[in-house]
């Protein structure tokens, strides 16, 4: 059974994976070059905008029909879910990063992005 969801949705589980490393592993601080206004944030909306996008991708790839509730399910609910669980992990589970509602609203900000770009896809 995993490995059906593996074959149908490589990237989307390989960009759940790396996410969660992201959130959870200490990372060094970083200086940049230039000052870009709450680049943490806009982090945050790439990556969970990135993720919903692989979900529609993988689900289009993998199905012949669309099942609205499904897509509703995992490609909407679950990676806002996934956003305020790591949120909740970094804050209580870790030592070298915090839990922040700013990084959820952008992670949030990003899954609704993410679901139009997956609408237009779906319209291809």
């Known amino acids: 059974m995993l490995s059906q969801y ?7 589980l390989f960009l ?3 996410i969660t490393l992201l959130s959870l592993l200490p ?12 680049a943490d944030k806009w982090t945050h909306m790439v990556m ?8 529609w991708f993988d689900y289009k790839r993998s199905h012949k029909k669309y099942n609205v509730w499904r897509l509703l399910l995992f490609a909407f609910l679950a990676p806002i879910a996934m956003g305020g669980t790591l949120e909740l992990a970094q804050a209580y589970l870790t ?3 915090s839990g922040e509602w700013l990084d959820f609203v952008a992670n949030t ?7 139009v770009g997956g609408l237009l896809i779906r319209l291809r």
Do not use: E, F, H
């Open 109 to 115: 900000i990003g899954v609704c992005l993410g679901t």
């Open 95 to 97: 030592t070298c990063r």
């Open 27 to 38: 990372i060094p601080d970083i200086k940049m070059g230039v000052d870009v206004p709450l």
């Open 6 to 12: 593996i074959r149908r949705y490589p990237i989307s």
């Open 48 to 55: 969970y905008g990135t993720l919903t996008l692989a979900i």
């Open 16 to 18: 759940v994976v790396v």
